[in-house]
T-cell receptor, first 115, second 113 residues
């Protein structure tokens, strides 16, 4: 079975450019999460969706970050304009829902470097 | 609010040594507790979980017991292997916010042959 699929795996861009990260959750999962991981701050939850609806975006750093989930099989995280401090590994995770509380399935991550 | 505190690493061990990673938590209500593992270059994977007090989660030789009286969920393995080298995260879900997890800071474990 396919797991959570993220793209790109690596992205190097220059400050000011727009970055779009993509995620395909596991089929049938109704919760989707975006996390950011850095050495300094560890794992941070940015936003999560239930049934394609954003439930909690309190972790989104600022207006430069936006996330969408237009359907059950696709989500994007966009940074515009990007800054060097956005350099991190961004993880997408999905979950089957309330019957499996807290059981998240993570993708392999997108490593972003902003120069 | 909820929080998870785990011992800082790195923890360096020899193969076949005993491993303990301490984890304590603060939460309202009755949370479920989890250990996730992250191998180099990969995403996190669920290692084990416990959903109520005195439950013991176990997987791949790892164990952790949900201790409500001490608000702890320490991870243990009796004999580690080089392949256990990874970062281990303790986490909780209180159910009030769906499947939202609160993670600890992670503990890096390095097992040497």
């Amino acid at each position: 079975d396919a797991g959570v699929i993220q793209s790109p795996r690596h992205e190097v861009t220059e400050m000011g450019q727009e970055v779009t990260l993509r995620c395909k959750p596991i089929s049938g999962h109704n919760s989707l999460f975006w996390y950011r991981q850095t050495m300094m701050r560890g794992l941070e939850l940015l936003i999560y969706f239930n049934n394609n609806v954003p439930i909690d975006d309190s972790g989104m750093p600022e207006d430069r970050f936006s996330a969408k989930m237009p359907n059950a099989s696709f989500s994007t995280l966009k940074i515009q304009p990007s800054e060097p401090r956005d350099s991190a590994v961004y993880f997408c995770a999905s979950s089957p829902g309330s019957s499996a509380r807290g059981e998240l399935f993570f993708g392999e991550g997108s490593r972003l470097t902003v120069l | 609010g909820n929080s998870v505190t785990q011992m800082e690493g790195p923890v360096t061990l020899s193969e076949e040594a005993f491993l303990t990673i301490n984890c304590t938590y603060t939460a309202t209500g009755y949370p479920s507790l989890f250990w996730y593992v992250q191998y180099p270059g990969e995403g996190l994977q669920l290692l084990l979980k416990a959903t109520k007090a005195d439950d013991k989660g176990s997987n791949k030789g790892f164990e952790a017991t949900y201790r409500k009286e001490t608000t702890s969920f320490h991870l243990e393995k009796g004999s580690v292997q080089v392949s256990d080298s990874a970062v281990y995260f303790c986490a909780l879900s209180d159910g009030a916010a769906g499947n939202k997890l609160t993670f600890g800071g992670g503990t890096r474990v390095l097992v040497k042959p």
